[in-house]
């Protein structure tokens, strides 16, 4: 079996957003026709999060377009899909959670060999300044990276 990883969705704003603390990888328990339609490379994590719920973790609001030829036994787009995380893990989130001011945001979805994984991170809300300042320090390292180029 190959470990190859294939993107199939990035929630590009998570880096904007939020202050990135610490990385977690889970599995998902999903349907036959919901990893037919993520083959296809059909998904969006836009509005997508992370709630813990009895000592389980789950990705709420994460699209995944109902399979083409899936009939009758096609998937809800739009269900709560449950997260393969370690008892340890989900403890961490937990105690995380409860920290002020973090929250669980789910940031890349991939194919590693035959499974889909979901890349998660224990995060901070960035405020509007540290925002701009961000944005900031990205203008200043590509005009430095200009300089450096014409010598």
């Known amino acids: 079996m190959s470990d190859t990883i294939r993107s199939i969705a990035r929630n590009?704003?998570?880096?904007?957003?939020?202050?990135?603390?610490?990385?977690?990888?889970a599995g998902l328990v999903l349907t036959g026709t919901e990893v037919k339609s993520l083959r296809a490379g059909k998904a969006s994590l836009q509005e997508a999060y992370v709630r813990l719920d009895k000592g389980e973790a789950y990705l709420v609001s994460c699209n995944i377009p109902p399979y083409?030829?899936?009939g009758q036994d096609n998937h809800e787009p739009q269900r709560k899909r449950k997260l393969l995380l370690s008892r340890r893990?989900?403890?961490k989130l937990e105690k995380g959670l409860k920290e002020k001011g973090?929250?669980?945001?789910?940031v890349h979805?991939?194919?590693?060999g035959a499974w889909v994984k979901l890349e998660i991170f224990l995060a901070r809300g960035k405020?509007?300044?540290d925002k701009?300042?961000?944005l900031k320090k990205a203008q200043d390292?590509?005009?430095?990276?200009r300089v450096r180029r014409r010598g």
């Open 127 to 129: 405020k509007q300044h």
């Open 102 to 106: 973090l929250t669980i945001v789910p």
């Open 141 to 145: 390292a590509r005009e430095m990276d």
């Open 109 to 112: 979805l991939y194919f590693q």
């Open 12 to 25: 590009r704003k998570a880096r904007h957003d939020y202050e990135l603390l610490d990385r977690y990888e």
């Open 132 to 134: 701009r300042q961000s």
């Open 89 to 91: 893990e989900i403890q």
């Open 68 to 70: 083409s030829h899936g």
